[in-house]
């Protein structure tokens, strides 16, 4: 397997199956919901937890995933695409992936309502499930409350400017690798999954998680705005991420008050947006992410040590190298 789409390549046949699945619990007699739905659907995205929730399927059961397993991978991506699209509301944004927002090309109110009918149908799979549908339904609930809860931590912090690291976790854990546990730890469950292999998948899930969000942070800091991911977005909306952390270290109390003032104070402004950029390049915050994402990585790899050496192992371990290195 070389790199993500090597990983892609080999789980093809599994994610057309999602796909196809993804389209037939959308369809809709209503004309703008199907276009709009056709039009998010010509570009999915990485797929990223449809795959977790298929890998794990096939580590517990020798590469033999039941129909559980695709429907809850469908209803983990169609959970995924919803929040996204409360997301691009609540966060005013015009454009994501490249393209513009459902809320940018149709208002807000649409936006929520077609982020809502995504909801509804991924509960109609869960419905579905034939094996512990009770575990998978009350992780995907646990998770729902997890993403409510960190986008109000995140507006809280983001106004008052006083996010500390253990904040920070939080956060990304309510937002991120809340959903990386559900979509892998479902799929576990409904295929009977041992004790140890559950604890195992979700200590991986966990840390890859963590270890996704970490990447997307520095990405605001380092990344390439021709690639969807604009430089210091992130500190337009006032939110403090691991590497402005990170360049806090070493500094004093007041200095460091200072600058999480200057986050408070930003109002859109390019310009101090740019500075702050640099500066928390020049301090090592980057760096200081860097570490930690490293960290979260290797212990998502080291979690799968109980299963036996294999493709399937191979692909999970593939994919938490991936989150450290990938550009978008």
Not at 74 to 93: F, I, M, P
Not at 96 to 123: I, Q, Y
Request: glycine fraction near 8%; proline fraction near 3%.
């Amino acid at each position: 397997m070389t790199g993500f789409s090597g990983l892609v390549e080999a789980l093809r046949p599994d994610l057309e199956r999602v796909g196809r699945m993804m389209d037939d619990v959308l369809r809709s007699d209503v004309d703008l919901l199907e276009r709009t739905n056709a039009s998010i659907r010509s570009h999915p995205g990485k797929m990223l937890r449809p795959m977790l929730s298929i890998m794990a399927a096939r580590l517990c059961t020798g590469g033999k995933p039941t129909e559980d397993a695709f429907r809850l991978a469908t209803a983990s991506e169609l959970v995924h695409n919803a929040t996204l699209l409360h997301d691009d509301v609540v966060d005013g944004s015009a454009s994501r992936r490249g393209r513009p927002t459902v809320s940018a090309l149709l208002g807000g109110r649409a936006a929520v309502l077609l982020g809502d009918f995504w909801l509804v149908r991924a509960v109609g799979l869960l419905l579905d499930v034939r094996n512990h549908m009770d575990d998978c339904l009350r992780l995907f609930s646990k998770t729902l409350s997890d993403l409510a809860e960190g986008e109000m931590i995140q507006l809280q912090k983001a106004s008052a400017g006083d996010t500390t690291e253990e904040d920070y976790l939080r956060i990304i854990y309510s937002k991120t690798a809340s959903l990386f546990e559900t979509a892998v730890l479902s799929s576990a469950r409904s295929q009977e999954a041992s004790p140890a292999q559950y604890e195992a998948l979700k200590a991986y899930a966990y840390n890859l998680g963590i270890a996704f969000q970490i990447q997307d942070d520095i990405l605001d800091y380092v990344g390439d705005d021709s690639l969807g991911k604009p430089v210091g977005h992130d500190l337009l909306e006032q939110k403090i991420t691991l590497p402005f952390l990170g360049a806090l270290e070493g500094l004093d109390e007041a200095e460091a008050a200072g600058l999480r003032k200057r986050v408070i104070n930003i109002n859109a402004n390019k310009a101090e947006r740019d500075a702050l950029v640099s500066l928390v390049r020049s301090r090592g915050g980057v760096d200081y992410a860097r570490e930690r994402l490293e960290l979260y990585v290797g212990r998502a790899i080291d979690a799968l040590g109980i299963f036996p050496a294999g493709d399937d192992r191979e692909r999970m371990e593939g994919l938490a190298r991936f989150v450290a290195e990938r550009k978008i």
